[in-house]
């Protein structure tokens, strides 16, 4: 319940950053640097005079949209590369699975690193290289998963009935990896916010001066001693967000 | 023992696979290594100089060739920036992050471990809900940042630690340990909430099959039940998520290396991709990514104990 | 049981570790007076031969360690070094130098002239391409006569002095790349990449010796940890930090010293890119951007605005009023915009090197200010080398914000690269009116017309609104009270031989 509720709040948020904002969350105001919170900045302002309160939606509408497209890259290519490795093993799996750990040895971070060093620094560079990077564990954990059903005494039986292999990936494997699935995806969703967040410390990403929640809260650390507010905000809603994801997941995990 | 021959040939197909990934890579980065060293007073004249001097204007796969050979001697060639051989450049931040990442794994399997034991054991207690909420937000917390919370708690208000004052483990041993426990912690962290909450959950849900039931309703005490067969069960997916943490944890010392001023591969890696220092940046990532396939290694040994339905 | 006594054992473990490292708190404040811990913004990756040196960030250091024939003072005057005096003829072609003697290369060898020839020889050598230093191709011949060293110069140049802090090396070091040794107050000891370099004072310098032995100068690459390293006493001394993290200082144990960061911050244009060809569309984006509120926005008001490339720190030859051409003028621009064919605006990328802060906040505000103009600016960061290949060198950008300062104290370093043929153009200025200035400022004997030539060229760029100036920045300096006596000169070095203990 409360997951739901969170997460509703962080999507609303979201939503409502995609619409409109009280303010531009690009505008500066040298008058209200670093001023605290008040009815007409519920947030206070950052070292630009800048509302917090506009650029935190704004930034939960890109975070999500950067951690949710990297998932789904991952979830997507992993789930195929990990059932097919898996499921027919063989020389198929030797070379894929090869290449999987080739690609998983490095960190991910290190991965995108080497991305964005070719392709420089942005958005949609920092989806491709932690996507890629995300694709190999996805793979591990659903061959992993994969290896341990495709031994299950029923689905030998179902092969003896003479069911096809395409059926058998269909209709008794792919649901049973539901639950692995889930809390990849949920654990994934949440890998990818910190790692938005890691790059953006180390300058990478969403470029100045657009906000993401990861963005804001690197720029904000150089002020943490003396305006924690434009720390406060994208902090707290980050959390919001990783807690309000988790908890929804939980309870799905649980029904299922 | 055919199997561990067998894990070791594939670990060396890896890492060649890895070597030939990472040395091509970065030969399609864009900027001249040799403009970097000049700087701002560059000519045109002295970069074909240096470039030449530097060996970049021959074919890319001679210098493959080469690379290979060279680190088959255990030679990772000369650093452009420093003049240097890499191998001296990096032995000995080499080590520092080697200790700090294995600091963090272990603090990680020491936390976890007894964590996620006990939130299963007890699931829907109070101590577990409250558990479950404190490891939720921690896990929520970016690593540099509990890093910077941290040293502002530790270094700089109870001054525990003094933030930068990093001392070589090759000068003082405990002292260098004792500097990194803070770095090894905040890697550590988020990574103690996720492997205790996998375990908690696979757990519980291992808990619930018909087997475990079978063997309840047999009268088999509830615990012996739960070390021999659920726990054992539930063990696979956490450590196979334990093996893929090992490459998590070293991209986080990276970034946590630099909140922490801990001058390992992460900082010298940084500054060598944007300084193409190519020589450096290559051997790092070489040396990290064996780093990374071992305890890969490790790990599909440990599955293969503990779940020998598994051959690959 | 055997899982609590588990649980126990691991909290024992942490407990230990707990213990251990309370015990290794830093206990290197104690012996101060004797040694302090400099942070620097990067290692020094260029090279350590001063004569191969590039980067600003090196030679700010290179610095303590050599000096040449001639070295600067803080006023920026030249004082004798390695020589103990100098004679230039009425016709200003010929320089004498005296050596000093008894001057000492850190591995405990005499300077002889021999090496003051090698290192005249080296900087000179044009087979190359272009000597080291450019100015040495007007050099007619140069010799030893007892213990002078006499150069005879093919063409008068009263700039020709400022060449002479040309670093002296001893002749027989081979390895003057990573092992290097000069005649300064401070020695070379040793460093580990990206983590430190070691200096020791030199105990037989000719001069006023240093006042503390031993320097460490910490790599702090992080602009963030760096409040943090100096409140948790990792360092006592951090040159250049910004307006924000000075507040952050506030009621802690440090003086903050303020000057200047000699330099020009500006929008650099790309002027062969397509709209900044027009130089309605260059005067339209100067009439945009407020100077005044960057610097009260991104700088809490300090530094100083200047409008062509000449910082105030170069006294006679900065002019003032160069600022005043381009007071902001919203309706002004919009019409130069109009007038140029962009009634509704364009929009190009500014590419900034992303370990440099106050640019990229100077950049932030400059996107703000143009969107009243109807011009959208996208910033892109890129890493300082990019910046160095693709902008520098390969000119291939639209915008860019950096500072630009001088590599000696004279106004050809900071004039001569908007020569539309000079290899350092990166801006592709072009004018030829401007070449012509240029060319005759250089070739100039007398100091009075040199100036004026060198005022004129200065007025061009700025008519010409070459490229977006903003300001000299303000340099804050902030150091630990145990200490004192560090001075600021008008070029970009790091005296720690000033450093003393207070009290």
């Known amino acids: 319940m409360i997951g739901a509720v969170l997460t509703g709040m962080v999507v609303i948020l979201a939503l409502w950053g995609a619409i409109k904002t009280p303010y531009d969350p690009m505008a500066m105001d040298g008058a209200a640097k670093f001023s605290g919170i008040s009815l007409r900045h519920p947030m206070g302002c950052d070292q630009f005079g800048r509302d917090i309160f506009s650029r935190v939606i704004v930034g939960v509408r890109e975070t999500m949209l950067i951690s949710a497209s990297v998932v789904l890259i991952g979830t997507f290519f992993g789930t195929i590369i990990g059932t097919i490795t898996g499921y027919f093993g063989g020389w198929l799996d030797e070379i894929i699975m090869r290449l999987n750990d080739a690609v998983l040895a490095f960190p991910s971070v290190l991965l995108a690193l080497v991305i964005i060093g070719i392709f420089n620094s942005g958005k949609y560079q920092l989806i491709l290289a932690l996507g890629i990077a995300f694709i190999p564990s996805f793979a591990r954990i659903v061959r992993g998963e994969v290896l341990k059903i495709r031994n299950l005494d029923y689905i030998q039986s179902v092969k003896l009935y003479g069911a096809s292999d395409f059926r058998i990936i269909l209709v008794h494997i792919l649901p049973n990896l539901k639950t692995v699935l889930m809390s990849s995806v949920l654990i994934g969703f949440n890998n990818a916010v910190l790692a938005e967040a890691g790059m953006s410390y180390l300058g990478m990403g969403v470029q100045p001066p657009n906000p993401s929640l990861g963005r804001m809260l690197s720029e904000a650390q150089a002020f943490i001693f003396t305006s924690p507010l434009t720390a406060i905000f994208p902090g707290i809603i980050i959390v919001i967000m990783i807690l309000g994801f988790s908890l929804l997941g939980d309870r799905v995990g649980k029904k299922s | 023992m055919k199997y561990v021959l067998k894990k070791l040939l594939t670990m060396i197909i890896t890492l060649l696979a890895v070597s030939i990934l990472v040395f091509f890579a970065f030969s399609l980065i864009p900027g001249n290594p040799a403009i970097s060293r000049l700087g701002t007073e560059a000519t045109q004249e002295s970069i074909d100089a240096l470039t030449h001097e530097m060996g970049l204007d021959r074919p890319v796969m001679v210098r493959f060739g080469e690379w290979v050979t060279g680190i088959l001697r255990g030679d990772f060639g000369m650093s452009y920036s420093y003049n240097q051989p890499v191998m001296k450049l990096l032995s000995q931040k080499l080590g520092t992050t080697i200790l700090l990442s294995l600091m963090a794994i272990l603090l990680t399997v020491l936390l976890a471990f007894p964590l996620g034991i006990y939130m299963a054991r007890n699931s829907d207690s109070k101590l577990d809900i409250a558990l479950t909420t404190i490891n939720q937000i921690i896990m929520a917390i970016p690593s540099f940042f509990s890093g910077i919370l941290l040293t502002l708690i530790f270094g700089v208000t109870l001054k525990v630690f003094t933030p930068g004052a990093f001392v070589s483990y090759k000068t003082n041993f405990m002292g ?39 063997a309840y309703s047999r009268g088999n005490r509830t615990k012996a039940v739960f070390y021999n067969h659920v726990l054992k069960n539930a063990m696979i997916p956490v450590i196979t998520f334990l093996g893929m943490t090992f490459a998590d944890i070293i991209a986080g010392s990276i970034i946590v290396e630099q909140v922490f001023s801990v001058p390992g591969m992460g900082r010298i ?44 | 049981m055997k899982r609590f006594k588990a649980v126990s054992t691991a909290l024992l473990i942490l407990a230990t570790m707990a213990i251990a490292l309370c015990g290794c708190k830093g206990d290197k404040t104690e012996d101060s007076s004797s040694s302090i811990t400099i942070g620097i913004p990067q290692d020094l990756e260029d090279s350590l031969d001063p004569h191969k040196a590039v980067a600003a960030g090196t030679k700010e250091i290179l610095f303590n360690i050599f000096e040449g024939l001639v070295k600067a003072d803080s006023k920026g005057d030249l004082i004798p070094a390695v020589a103990e005096s100098y004679i230039i003829s009425e016709d200003g072609k010929t320089f004498t ?16 002239a021999d090496d003051v020839l090698f290192c005249i020889a080296k900087n000179a050598d044009a087979s190359n391409g272009e000597p080291l230093i450019s100015a040495f191709s007007n050099i007619d011949e140069y010799k030893v006569d007892g213990n002078n060293i006499v150069i005879s110069l093919k063409e008068a140049d009263p700039d020709f002095l400022q060449y002479m802090t040309m670093a002296i090396i001893p002749k027989a070091n081979d390895k003057a790349d990573t092992n290097p040794i000069g005649t300064g107050p401070y020695k070379y000891v040793s460093r580990s990449a990206q983590e430190n370099i070691i200096l020791k004072a030199f105990d037989q310098y000719w001069g006023e ?244 030539l060198y005022k004129e060229c200065e007025w061009v760029l700025t008519n010409e609104a070459a490229n977006v100036y903003v300001q000299d920045l303000a340099e804050f300096v902030a150091i630990r009270k145990n200490y004192t006596g560090y001075e600021f000169y008008p070029i970009y070095v790091m005296d720690i031989a000033k450093i003393k203990p207070a009290k």
């Open chain 2, 176 to 214: 260098c340990l004792g500097y990194l426990f803070f770095p090894a912690l905040s890697i550590a962290l988020p990574k103690v909430t996720m492997v205790s909450k996998l375990l908690k959950d696979t757990a519980l849900s291992e808990a619930n099959k018909d087997y475990v039931r079978t």
């Open chain 2, 269 to 312: 890696l940084l500054t060598s991709i944007s300084g193409r220092d190519y020589p450096v940046v290559e051997a790092i990532i070489l040396i990290l990514a064996a780093f990374v396939v071992v305890s890969n290694l490790v790990v599909d040994l440990l599955y293969h104990k503990f779940d020998p339905r598994i051959h690959v």
């Open chain 3, 97 to 112: 130098f005296t050596l000093r003697s008894g001057v000492k290369f850190h591995d405990g060898t005499d300077v002889t």
């Open chain 3, 209 to 452: 010796k240093a006042y503390i032995s031993d320097v460490t100068l910490k790599i702090c690459a992080n602009a963030d940890s760096i409040v943090m390293d100096l409140l948790g006493g990792s360092i006592d001394f951090f040159a250049r930090i910004t307006s924000a993290q000075v507040a952050q200082l506030q009621n802690a144990d440090f003086e903050i010293l303020e000057g200047t960061m000699n330099l020009v911050q500006a929008m650099y244009l790309n002027n062969d890119f397509e709209p900044f060809k027009d130089v309605r569309v260059r005067q339209a984006l100067c009439y945009a951007v407020d100077q005044k509120e960057i610097i009260d926005i991104c700088f809490d008001g300090k530094g100083s605005p200047v409008g062509s490339s000449m910082f105030p720190a170069f006294g006679k030859y900065y002019i003032e009023e160069t600022n005043d051409v381009y007071n902001t003028d919203i309706d002004k621009a919009k019409e130069l915009l109009t007038e140029a064919g962009y009634p509704d605006g364009f929009s190009f990328s500014i590419s900034v090197p992303s370990n440099y802060q106050p640019h990229i906040d100077t950049a932030q505000v400059i996107v703000e200010q143009l969107k009243k103009i109807g011009v959208d600016a996208k910033i892109s960061l890129i890493e300082w080398d990019s910046w160095l290949s693709d902008v520098y060198v390969g000119r291939n950008y639209e915008a860019t914000v950096v500072g630009v300062d001088a590599s000696s104290m004279t106004a050809r370093a900071m004039l001569e690269r908007f020569d539309s043929e000079s290899s350092k153009n990166f801006v592709n200025f072009k004018s030829e009116k401007y070449d012509e200035l240029i060319r005759k400022a250089i070739a100039s004997t007398d100091d009075e017309e040199k100036t004026k």
